[in-house]
C-alpha cells in the first residue's frame, strides 16, 4: 500500500532526516523481506541516502551542490529555482531500501533525508513497500 | 513483463518526455498497486524525473550539467563522449515510481525524461511494473 | 532473500566491477521475471552503472568528480572524508536493473560498480532479488 509522509521544511535548502517516519510505515506494512520505495513528488526537492551523526555531513552536501549549482545562476526558468530543479535532478527523485526481518537494512550511519531545495514548503514522501 | 520503448533522439544533448508512453504500459500491464521501473541500458543516456510544463526547466538542466562536464574537458576515454557517460551516471540509468489504482504516482508537475547525451541516437527504455 | 556481497576495495577512489558477482546472485535466486536491487549500506561509498570495457571511462568519472567535489576543499566534517559522502550521494547507494529470463537486462556496454570514495576498505554491498 502507497503511505503519504508529511514533512513541513524550514529553510530554503535543508536535508529533513525522516528515518524513522519510514521505519515506521516499514513496521506496520508487516512485510517481512522486501523493498521500500522512499518517492518525492516534487520537482525542485529530492531524496538521498547519507551520514545521519554529524549534522556537518549534511551541510557540507548542501553547501558544495550550492558552489556547483548557484542559486544565481545564469537560467532560463524564470521563477528563481531553477538551481532547484536541477539539484533534484542530481540527487534524484527517490531511494530504495531492502528490508530484512520486517526492517528496513540500512547501514550502521545511514538515515534518509527529504532533500529540500526551494523551501520552506509543505511536502509529501510516498513510501511504497513491496514483498511478503 | 518487460516492455522495450523505443525512442529517436534528435540532438547531441535533449531531454525527451516519455511519460505518456510509461503510463500506456502502466495500463495495459493492469497492475494496479505496486512499482515501476524504467531503465535505460546505455552508458551515453539516463533517465530522470523533473518539471515537464516549462520547457526551459531542461534546458537549464542539460546547460547546467555542460558547465560542470563540459564535452570538451581533459579526458581519457578517446571515443569523444567521456562527458556523456560522466553525466549519465551523474543522472543514474533508472528511475523508479510507485503505482496507485493502476496509474504512476507523480507530482503534478513531474514529468518522466530520457536523458540523452550523446545524441542524435535510437535508444532503447526498458520499463518493469511489479505488482499487483 | 537477501544476499551479501564483501568487496575489498584497493585505493582512496575506485570504480569496482561487480556485474558478474550480482549475476551469479540473480541466477542462484532462480528469479525469472523481475528486478534486482543492488544496495551499498555505506555513507562514503556508491553504486553506478556505466561502461565496463574501456577502463578510461571509469578514470574520467572518478577524475571529474574529483574536479567537481575536491577531496581538500572547504567542509566541515572533521575526518577527511567530507567529499565522500557529497560524491556517494551524486551516485547514489543503490542501482536497479530488471531480469528477464533468469538474466539481468544489462546493455551491451553495462556494468555495475561500487564506488569507492574513502578506500581502501573491506565493503559490503546488499543483492535482493524481486519477482517470480
Redesign the interface.
Known amino acids: 500500500?502507497?503511505h503519504t509522509l508529511h514533512v513541513s521544511t524550514r529553510s530554503r535548502a535543508e536535508l529533513v532526516d525522516i528515518t524513522a517516519q519510514v521505519q515506521d510505515m516499514v513496521r506496520s506494512s508487516e512485510v517481512s523481506?522486501?523493498?521500500c520505495?522512499v518517492?518525492?513528488?516534487?520537482?525542485t526537492a529530492g531524496v538521498?541516502?547519507?551520514?545521519g551523526a554529524?549534522p556537518?555531513?549534511r551541510?557540507?552536501?548542501l553547501?558544495?551542490?550550492e558552489r556547483?549549482?548557484p542559486k544565481d545562476?545564469?537560467?532560463?526558468?524564470?521563477e528563481g529555482n531553477?538551481d532547484a530543479?536541477?539539484k533534484?535532478?542530481?540527487?534524484?527523485?527517490?531511494?530504495?531500501?531492502?528490508i530484512?526481518d520486517g526492517r528496513l537494512?540500512?547501514?550502521?550511519?545511514?538515515a534518509i533525508f527529504l532533500a529540500e531545495f526551494d523551501g520552506p514548503r509543505s511536502r509529501?514522501v510516498?513510501v511504497?513497500v513491496?514483498?511478503g
Open positions: 500500500m502507497l523481506e522486501g523493498i520505495l518517492y518525492v513528488p516534487h520537482t538521498t541516502i547519507n551520514e554529524d556537518d555531513v551541510r557540507d552536501i553547501e558544495q551542490l556547483l549549482v545562476g545564469r537560467y532560463h526558468h524564470l531553477a530543479h536541477i533534484a535532478s542530481l540527487l534524484g527523485s527517490s531511494v530504495l531500501v531492502p530484512s537494512s540500512l547501514g550502521t550511519w545511514q509529501k510516498l511504497q513491496m514483498g
